[in-house]
């Protein structure tokens, strides 16, 4: 069994107290992972800060870059590795493990050199009230130490989405992915330690949420990059109002789909499906409310239940859409309870909402059924909390302003997906949905470096793209006063 250990400092490092990883897929265990104490952390958060006030902080930005750009490099050579981890960990299949997070997620790298390099600063020239002329500039500075949590649904993306910015802008990097997928976290780290990056600008902390909070609550940590649940977004910003230091929190979703009278049904059910079943639901962009118009609710919810109980459920080697297991059987017990309330609450299945069978070792796993619910009402708890996995509740609405309504009816706001051919009404409707991201007749159809800000419980600031190179930089402003002439003399 493998033994994932703490990379601090540029040395790897035990600890006494240690964890087994299992699969959800099968149960089998996968990796022993060993615990970052709090002595380590403290060390990771001084090693970073001596990084960043010496060699990586007044590194060039285009030495940087170059650095970064091996490493790229590097990791493509260790894509194999990166891929099995992530598999081991999450048991995603191959086709999805190799093209929604592997390359994908390494060519990150590359992305935001390229955004760094194109930044350009300000500046003008201006007169001040004695009539000496002045030039002011802005500059960017590494902001500091910037612990980079990164959640266990897609967990090289988000990890590396969340380095790269950190390090190209000079900051030192601490890593700390899920105690769930800590495997292609520590192959990165392997690669990183073989580059260029210095010791010290790059850490990684494996733990689960007391290591977490350890982390953030460090007065030496100068920002915090978050992606993952609500609650323990409200807990980090608890802990970042010491010391006033800034946050970067995506969270939960309880995202709608909005399907109008004017909508291609079909691409509707089969983008729906995609929205709300990928990842076994484990997105935070998964559509789990759809509202469709009601001269179509009935050929959509037929529609969307066969889809449901046509996808492909535990076959690794599965070319295309498929799922796997949910990530834990701790998450699953939680599926399953929300599901349960379904019947409770006065709804029903259409399709799926248990957990299917397989009849050999994948009956150990974590594996629950594409579910499709009708018949609740907009208060029931099904529709009120993110579920995370893959379900789906469809009800049908009369009016614009009413399905405007039922999609607003949430404490989230992450993500939205309009179905209408009509063109004004898909740029009316968007306006008014409260949501970071609306897509019109798509889902997951992203430039990576498009900002998302979340409304509500799921997020605070602004991240991907520029907007996480800003995150990552103190800016600052220079102000030169050229005296005048008879001052000089």
């Known amino acids: 069994m493998k033994e994932l250990h703490n990379f601090i400092n540029g040395t790897w490092r035990s600890s006494t107290e240690v964890f087994d990883k299992s699969s959800p897929f099968d149960g089998r265990l996968v990796a022993r992972v060993h615990v970052a104490t709090?002595?380590?952390?403290?060390?990771a958060v001084m090693a970073?800060?001596?990084a960043v006030e010496t060699g990586w902080g007044r590194m060039p930005l285009r030495a940087r870059a170059q650095i970064l750009r091996d490493l790229s490099r590097a990791l493509m050579a260790r894509m194999?590795?990166?891929?099995?981890?992530?598999?081991?960990?999450?048991?995603?299949?191959?086709?999805?493990?190799?093209?929604?997070?592997?390359?994908?997620?390494?060519?990150?790298?590359?992305?935001?050199?390229?955004?760094?390099?194109?930044?350009?600063?300000?500046s003008a020239s201006f007169t001040g009230s004695d009539g000496a002329q002045g030039l002011w500039y802005t500059q960017q500075r590494p902001r500091g130490v910037i612990a980079c949590i990164a959640p266990w649904n897609m967990p090289l993306l988000l990890m590396i989405m969340k380095l790269a910015p950190a390090l190209v802008m000079g900051n030192a990097a601490i890593a700390k992915p899920s105690e769930e997928t800590p495997g292609s976290a520590t192959v990165l780290a392997e690669v990183i330690a073989q580059s260029e990056v210095p010791d010290g600008a790059f850490a990684l902390l494996h733990g689960a949420g007391a290591t977490g909070a350890a982390l953030t609550a460090h007065p030496g940590v100068d920002a915090i990059s978050f992606t993952g649940a609500s609650a323990t977004g409200s807990a980090i910003?608890?802990?970042?109002?010491?010391?006033?230091?800034?946050?970067?929190?995506e969270l939960g979703g309880k995202n709608?789909?909005?399907?109008?009278?004017?909508?291609?049904?079909?691409?509707?059910?089969?983008?729906?499906?995609?929205s709300a079943f990928f990842n076994c639901g484990q997105i935070c962009f998964c559509t789990e409310r759809a509202y469709v118009h009601r001269s179509h609710f009935d050929a959509f919810v037929e529609g969307i239940s066969q889809a449901a109980r046509k996808v492909v459920i535990g076959e690794p080697a599965h070319d295309g859409f498929s799922i796997g297991p949910l990530i834990s059987q701790g998450h699953r017990a939680k599926v399953r309870d929300l599901l349960d309330s379904v019947t409770a609450d006065g709804g029903a299945f259409v399709a799926g909402g248990g957990v299917p069978r397989f009849g050999d070792s994948r009956d150990a796993g974590a594996f629950i059924e594409p579910s499709v619910a009708v018949g609740l009402a907009p208060e029931a708890r099904f529709l009120r909390e993110e579920v995370f996995g893959p379900v789906l509740h469809v009800a049908p609405f009369d009016s614009e302003d009413e399905a405007i309504a039922l999609?607003?009816?949430t404490e989230y706001g992450l993500a939205s997906v309009i179905w209408t051919e009509n063109v004004h009404r898909a740029?009316?409707?968007a306006s008014q949905l409260r949501a970071g991201h609306v897509w019109l007749n798509a889902w997951q159809f992203r430039d990576l470096a498009s900002p998302l800000a979340g409304a509500g419980l799921s997020g605070v600031g602004e991240q991907f793209g520029r907007s996480s190179l800003e995150f990552c930089t103190q800016p600052q402003t220079v102000t030169l006063r050229v005296a005048p002439l008879e001052e000089t003399v």
Do not use: K
């Not at 598999?87 to 992305?111: C, E, K, P, V």
């Open 38 to 43: 709090d002595s380590m952390i403290d060390e």
């Open 48 to 50: 970073g800060r001596r």
């Open 80 to 122: 194999d590795d990166l891929v099995e981890a992530d598999m081991a960990d999450t048991g995603r299949s191959l086709w999805q493990a190799r093209n929604f997070d592997g390359a994908r997620a390494i060519r990150q790298f590359d992305a935001y050199c390229d955004l760094a390099l194109a930044m350009e600063n300000r």
């Open 237 to 249: 910003m608890r802990s970042a109002a010491t010391g006033l230091r800034e946050v970067a929190l």
């Open 256 to 274: 709608p789909a909005l399907v109008f009278e004017d909508a291609d049904v079909e691409a509707a059910i089969a983008g729906t499906a995609r």
């Open 407 to 409: 999609a607003n009816d």
């Open 427 to 429: 740029h009316r409707v």
